[in-house]
């Protein structure tokens, strides 16, 4: 079974930083991608960035210029690193690793972010 475990979410004013990390438990996989989304009561759950094993990211607009994306998808990690955070940005984020036509998630971390 594929566990992906997050972790760095927590409490933070307007204008803070945080940074997400996320990690298959156990033996490392050759993921195709890796992902992070996030989600807000009553609301889907959006795409906020992307990773691929080439090394391309891609961002939702929201967040463009404000979150970076990194990590190795050759050892099952990726980073989202948040900056200038705003209160909009508050909702729990997932990670998620794709891999052929398999997808795999996390158990989610939150993010409050206050004004």
């Known amino acids: 079974q594929v566990q992906l475990v997050e972790s760095g979410g927590g409490l933070v004013q307007a204008g803070g930083s945080l940074r997400l990390s996320c990690r298959k438990s156990?033996?490392?996989?050759?993921?195709?991608?890796m992902d992070w989304y996030r989600q807000t009561p009553g609301k889907q759950r959006e795409l906020v960035a992307s990773?691929?094993?080439?090394?391309?990211?891609n961002y939702a607009d929201s967040v463009k210029g404000r979150f970076t994306i990194s990590g190795d998808t050759a050892r099952s990690t990726v980073y989202l690193q948040m900056n200038s955070l705003k209160p909009e940005d508050t909702a729990v984020y997932y990670c998620?690793?794709?891999?052929?036509?398999?997808?795999?998630w996390g158990q989610g971390t939150q993010v409050t972010v206050s004004s």
């Open positions: 998620a690793a794709h891999l052929q036509s398999s997808d795999y």
């Open positions: 156990g033996s490392i996989l050759s993921f195709n991608a």
């Open positions: 990773f691929t094993s080439g090394g391309s990211a």
